[in-house]
């Protein structure tokens, strides 16, 4: 495999705050003026969040170069999330802060068993990472780039989600790959005609799509199982990638395609184990476009990621190599053309 350029990974950066479900707090005003100070509160833990934070970082463990592009406020939850990225060696120089503008608040209720049981995003359309404009991304953001990532949420609010169609845009003109997980959050937000609009022309830009199967890549394009959404979507794109949760993933590309089950792991918190999975892959495909090697990364990223509480927990290359020797039994399934 060759050693790549960097990862431009375009997202949400923030701290996600975990709140356990037997010790949780009641949310409220006095709660959420603790957390934005940065003050300990009984029953929350404090994990590396955000869409972009996650990518970025399970990139970087990983030993390929990562960028990240976004912006946080100046305040506890941004510093937070630029000090996690820090010991990884990853040059937030892109990664910039707003002193007008709030850092995303996510408060995450984990279940027993594992799952996120409601999740609290505040502010939304006013959070610092909305206000991405294109001086944030100037050309020498770009300079030596092996792919450009974008997380979905993105494309949801202005001004941001037209800075990160101009950034596809420009990416593209010049060879760049792009990738962009769909993040469609329908529990979220509607999927309306201005939006299913926008996310077409970004899909159009795309040499990689991710997306949940039932949730996202079945709905909006219209199919009736995930492998036919995963077919169409990647003659328009070059790669499409299903996630299946703990069921494993499929990608379809040009040539073809495979189907991964999942890797056995103990759960303790699903949060952000699809974002650890997109890293994965795209380590290991920025290096050598290999769709069989990159499904294998990207579930074993994510069968490490579950089994600790809350997301940014990914492997770094030598517990890669160790999950891929532990699960060599179970192998990608070659799909019918």
Sequence with gaps: ???PGSVLCLGDYHADIILQAAAAPAVDAALLADIAQGRPVPGITYASGGVGGSVCAAIARLGVPARPLGVVGDDFLGRYARQVLAPLGVDTTYLHTDPHRRTMMV??????DGERSFSYGFPMEQAADVFFYPQ?????????AAALYVSGIQLIFSPGCDTAIELMERCRSRGIPVAMDLNLRPDNF???DALQKRYRRAIDL???VFGSGEEELMPLIGAATPLAAARQLAARAKVAVC???AQGALVCGPNGGYRLAGYPAQVADTVGAGDTF???FLARYVQDGDLAGSLQWGCAAGSYSVRFTGAGHSPDRSQMSALLAENSHILPQTLPL
Excluded: F, N, R, Y
């Design 190 to 192: 509607a999927l309306d």
């Design 243 to 245: 996630k299946l949760g």
């Design 107 to 112: 408060l995450c209720h984990i279940a027993g």
């Design 136 to 144: 944030h991304a100037p050309d020498s953001a770009l300079a030596g």
């Design 206 to 208: 795309c040499d990689i």
């Design 1 to 3: 495999m060759s050693a």
């Design 278 to 280: 997109v890293g994965g």
